[in-house]
Nanobody, 120 residues
Framework: QVQLAESGGGSVQAGGSLRLSCAASGLTYSRYCMGWFRQAPGKEREGVAVISPGGRTTTYADSVKGRFMIYAKDTLYLQMNSLKPEDTALYSC????????????????WGQGTQVTVSS
């Protein structure tokens, strides 16, 4: 049974950094699109960053370009720098088949999420 488990969330001040991790059991990163998504209270879930199978291609939401980096080794990571209060949300990792898109509709395996709170 495939399971995704996020960790690394927390509370930071604006300008700070966090690194989120997503450990996957029963899943090979080289076969799936992997992505990070977030949902703030009262808002729809949005795609933050996705990485193609094998890590050849990454795609970022405009709001995080230049600040966040997605990468995968044995674990999927999201390095978040220069955090802003508007980055506050529940962050979830997900896996799905190609093509790799920022839309959450294409992903069918989800973790429980980890909360990120950025204070001004």
């Amino acid at each position: 049974q495939v399971q995704l488990a996020e960790s690394g969330g927390g509370s930071v001040q604006a300008g700070g950094s966090l690194r989120l991790s997503c450990a996957a059991s029963g899943l090979t990163y080289s076969r799936y699109c992997m992505g990070w998504f977030r949902q703030a209270p009262g808002k729809e879930r949005e795609g933050v960053a996705v990485i193609s199978p094998g890590g050849r291609t990454t795609t970022y939401a405009d709001s995080v370009k230049g600040r966040f980096m997605i990468y995968a080794k044995d674990t999927l990571y999201l390095q978040m720098n220069s955090l802003k209060p508007e980055d506050t949300a529940l962050y979830s990792c997900a896996a799905g088949p190609v093509p790799c898109r920022l839309s959450h509709d294409g992903y069918n395996l989800w973790g429980q999420g980890t909360q990120v709170t950025v204070s001004s």
